[in-house]
């Protein structure tokens, strides 16, 4: 970005910006989850959970709102269409994803605290058939900053329904991952030529430490 630290500090500001963590969960990050056991190569996502985890810790310390959204599905939101295009590519069916109450739904690396909201899908989009957009709204939340697994499916998929809804968007690459390098490095550019702002995570933790604005959030709700 060739802006300036303050101008893009503003844009970012805590009091109108939400921290977006998409999906990092179990089944999507860890050995033993069902990606995992499948033999994806998961060698990228330790690196994106450790930047997710900072950038949790400073939008909270700024005052900024931090959602978490996860995959929770039952054989019953199971997508048919889904399951028909893998038939029509003669790949093998795979088991459910992030079931609800088991384990591979569990988020990883940054988890929820008090405070945070947490947004259950069942689709690739955090907006699809939730009330994310009206909590957002509510909360005064304009600019979202965005994170998570995998940059080319859900993170993706969120970016251009924030964009399409008229939210400011950034995504914090190094705090994405995909299963590819050079699927990841893609997702971004795609992102980058089309609704979203790239950011790294050093430069957006930065901005919310230094932000005149940083608990501002904060300070409202004790009042």
């Known amino acids: 970005m060739s802006q300036s630290a303050e101008a893009f500090a503003e844009w970012i500001a805590p009091a109108r910006s939400a921290l977006l963590i998409v999906d990092m969960q179990v089944d999507f990050a860890l050995a033993d989850g069902a990606l995992g056991r499948a033999g994806v190569d998961l060698s990228a996502v330790p690196e994106a959970l450790r930047q997710a985890g900072r950038l949790a810790r400073a939008a909270r310390s700024a005052g900024a709102t931090v959602v978490f959204v996860g995959l929770r599905t039952t054989p019953e939101t199971d997508s048919p269409a889904w399951a028909e295009r893998s038939r029509r590519l003669g790949e093998v069916e795979s088991?459910?994803?992030?079931?609800?109450?088991?384990?591979?739904?569990?988020?990883?690396?940054?988890?929820?605290a008090d405070g945070d909201f947490v947004v259950v899908k069942t689709r690739y989009s955090a907006f699809?058939?939730?009330?994310?957009?009206?909590?957002?709204?509510?909360?005064?939340?304009?600019?979202?900053?965005?994170?998570?697994?995998?940059?080319?499916?859900?993170?993706?998929?969120?970016?251009?329904?924030?964009?399409?809804?008229?939210?400011?968007?950034?995504?914090?690459?190094?705090?994405?991952?995909?299963?590819?390098?050079?699927?990841?490095q893609a997702a971004l550019r795609s992102l980058e030529l089309n609704c979203a702002i790239l950011a790294a995570s050093d430069a957006i933790v930065t901005a919310w430490e230094r932000s005149p604005h940083a608990g501002q959030k904060a300070a409202l709700a004790r009042s």
Do not use: K, M, W
């Not at 088991?95 to 929820?112: D, Y």
């Open 95 to 112: 088991e459910g994803l992030c079931r609800c109450g088991e384990a591979g739904a569990a988020f990883v690396g940054p988890t929820p």
């Open 128 to 184: 699809h058939n939730t009330d994310l957009e009206s909590r957002l709204r509510a909360a005064g939340v304009d600019t979202l900053v965005i994170c998570g697994l995998t940059t080319e499916c859900c993170v993706d998929a969120a970016a251009r329904d924030a964009f399409q809804r008229d939210f400011h968007v950034f995504v914090a690459g190094d705090a994405c991952a995909a299963y590819q390098p050079d699927i990841h």
